[in-house]
C-alpha cells in the first residue's frame, strides 16, 4: 500500500496504514511502566477500522466475478461503520449499496452514508438477530427482490479476519519492531498484550493470527464485549446478555462466523459497561487529544482492568519496555449528537479558565452574548433526539 508522500490513486490507497501513537499521559497517570499504544483507526480513509474488511470483501468479490460493473447492487447489514467503508469503495468502483442499519446506530453514520451516495434503510434494534425485521434479516428480503443483489457478509465473509491478518496486524508489528529501544523509551521490540473490543470478531481474530503466528506466538490477546452481548467466552460471563447497550459497534446477540473459537488465539475476554467506556473516552480526549468513539474507550477501560485486576496484567503493567496496544476502532464524528457525547461534553466541569472568561464577558452578557450553555437546554435537545429513537435520554 502507498506510504504518504506518494500521489495516491483513489481514496481507497487511504485505507489503513494507521498511526501507532503512544498513550503516555495515561500510563504515566496510572503509574505504568509498561509502554501504552494506540493504533488509531479513525484516520483511516472512512474513518474506522472498518474501512479495511469493506475495501477486501468488494475487491475480492470483483476477482471472484461476483460484482458486475453498471449491474451489482451490494447490500450489507451493518451497524454502520463497515456500510460507511463499502459506500466509499462503491462509490469510487460504481456500484449501487443499500445498507440496512438498526435504528440505534447514530444518525451522523446515516447522513455519511446518504452522502456517499447509499440507500438506508433502518431496523427496529430490538429484532432478534435472525429476525425477518432484523438488520440481517431485511437484507436478506432485499436480496431477493432486487436482481443483481449482492450480500458481502461481513460476519461470514472470511476476507473479514484475513484483511487485519494481513494489514491491521502487520502495520502494529512493524510500528513496533522498527522503533528502536532506548534508554528514555525501552522497549522488548515485540507486541506483549493485544487488546481490542469485538463486534463481528473479525478484526480481533485476524490481529491475532498476525501477531501469534508471524511474530510473537506468547502475545497475550483480550478480546473485549460490552455487557448485554454474547462474545465472550467462558459463557458465563454473559449472564447480562439481552440488555440493551449503548456503545456501538461492538457486541451481538449471535456469534458470527468469522469470530474464531480456535483455542489459544483469543486468550481472555472482559465485558465492559456504557458508563465505563464512555468515561474512558473523556479520558482518551481531555488527556491525549485522540476524538474517539465509545468502542475505544471499551477498549480502553478493558486494558486499565487487565492491567491492574489480573496477576499477568500486573506483571506486565510494571515491566518497563512491555509493548500494550490497544485498537481504537473509529471516531467521534460518528457520535457527536448522541445524548452520551453531548452530556459529557456539555456537563463537563468547567476548566479553570471559565471563571476568567465570565468576568471579562460580564458586560457582554448583558447584550446576549453567551458565556455558558444552559444544561437545560441541552437536556431538551438530547431528550428530543431520544423521543426519535436515535439516543438513550438523559437522566
Known amino acids: 500500500m502507498p506510504r504518504s508522500g506518494q500521489i495516491l490513486e483513489n481514496a481507497l490507497e487511504a485505507v489503513g496504514n494507521t498511526p501507532l501513537i503512544r498513550l503516555s499521559k495515561i500510563a504515566q497517570h496510572e503509574g505504568l511502566k509498561c509502554n501504552l499504544l494506540g493504533k488509531v483507526e479513525y484516520m483511516s480513509a472512512g474513518g474506522s477500522v472498518k474501512d479495511r474488511i469493506a475495501k477486501a470483501m468488494v475487491e475480492a468479490a470483483e476477482k471472484e466475478g461476483k460484482?458486475?460493473?453498471?449491474?451489482?447492487?451490494?447490500?450489507?447489514?451493518?451497524?454502520?461503520?463497515?456500510?460507511?467503508?463499502?459506500?466509499?469503495?462503491?462509490?469510487?468502483?460504481?456500484?449501487?449499496?443499500?445498507?440496512?442499519?438498526?435504528?440505534?446506530?447514530?444518525l451522523e453514520k446515516e447522513a455519511s452514508l446518504r452522502a456517499l451516495g447509499a440507500e438506508v434503510v433502518r431496523t427496529p434494534t430490538e429484532a432478534a438477530w435472525d429476525s425477518p425485521e432484523s438488520h440481517i434479516g431485511?437484507?436478506?428480503?432485499l436480496q431477493k427482490e432486487i436482481p443483481y443483489?449482492?450480500?458481502?457478509?461481513?460476519?461470514?465473509?472470511?476476507?473479514?479476519?484475513?484483511?487485519?491478518e494481513l494489514t491491521t496486524g502487520p502495520e502494529i508489528i512493524e510500528a513496533v519492531t522498527i522503533t528502536p529501544s532506548t534508554a528514555a523509551r525501552p522497549s522488548s521490540g515485540k507486541v506483549d498484550v493485544m487488546i481490542a473490543s469485538a463486534g463481528t470478531g473479525g478484526t480481533v481474530t485476524g490481529i491475532a493470527r498476525a501477531i501469534k503466528k508471524t511474530h510473537n506466538p506468547d502475545c497475550i490477546v483480550v478480546a473485549v464485549d460490552p455487557i448485554g452481548s454474547v462474545l465472550a467466552l467462558p459463557e458465563?460471563?454473559?449472564?447480562?446478555?439481552?440488555?440493551?447497550?449503548?456503545?456501538?459497534?461492538?457486541?451481538?446477540?449471535?456469534i458470527p462466523e468469522v469470530l474464531s473459537r480456535e483455542p489459544g488465539l483469543i486468550d481472555s475476554w472482559l465485558k465492559t459497561s456504557d458508563e465505563q467506556a464512555f468515561e474512558a473516552v473523556r479520558v482518551l480526549m481531555r488527556t491525549e487529544g485522540l476524538l474517539v468513539g465509545g468502542s475505544s474507550g471499551s477498549a480502553l477501560t478493558a486494558t486499565m482492568r487487565w492491567l491492574k485486576e489480573t496477576k499477568e496484567g500486573r506483571r506486565i503493567a510494571q515491566t518497563e519496555g512491555a509493548n500494550v496496544v490497544i485498537l481504537l476502532p473509529d471516531g467521534i464524528r460518528n457520535y457527536?449528537?448522541?445524548?452520551?457525547?453531548?452530556?459529557?461534553?456539555?456537563?463537563?466541569?468547567?476548566?479553570?479558565?471559565?471563571?476568567?472568561?465570565?468576568?471579562?464577558?460580564?458586560?457582554?452578557?448583558?447584550?446576549g452574548v453567551t458565556v455558558k450553555p444552559h444544561i437545560n437546554g441541552v437536556k431538551k435537545v438530547i431528550n428530543g433526539i431520544s423521543s426519535m429513537?436515535?439516543?438513550?435520554?438523559?437522566q
Not at 431485511?138 to 428480503?141: D, E, G, I, P, R
Not at 456537563?347 to 447584550?367: D, F, H, R
Not at 429513537?389 to 438523559?394: L, Q, V, W
Open 336 to 367: 457527536m449528537s448522541k445524548p452520551w457525547f453531548l452530556k459529557m461534553t456539555m456537563e463537563a466541569e468547567p476548566s479553570p479558565l471559565a471563571g476568567v472568561i465570565a468576568k471579562i464577558m460580564k458586560p457582554a452578557t448583558k447584550n
Open 149 to 164: 443483489g449482492i450480500i458481502l457478509d461481513q460476519y461470514r465473509n472470511l476476507n473479514n479476519p484475513l484483511a487485519h
Open 389 to 394: 429513537g436515535m439516543g438513550e435520554g438523559m
Open 67 to 106: 460484482l458486475i460493473p453498471g449491474k451489482s447492487v451490494v447490500i450489507e447489514p451493518t451497524s454502520g461503520n463497515t456500510g460507511i467503508g463499502l459506500a466509499m469503495a462503491c462509490a469510487i468502483k460504481g456500484y449501487s449499496v443499500i445498507i440496512t442499519l438498526p435504528n440505534k446506530m447514530s
Open 236 to 254: 458465563t460471563l454473559n449472564t447480562d446478555n439481552g440488555i440493551p447497550y449503548v456503545v456501538e459497534g461492538i457486541g451481538y446477540d449471535f
Open 138 to 141: 431485511v437484507a436478506l428480503t
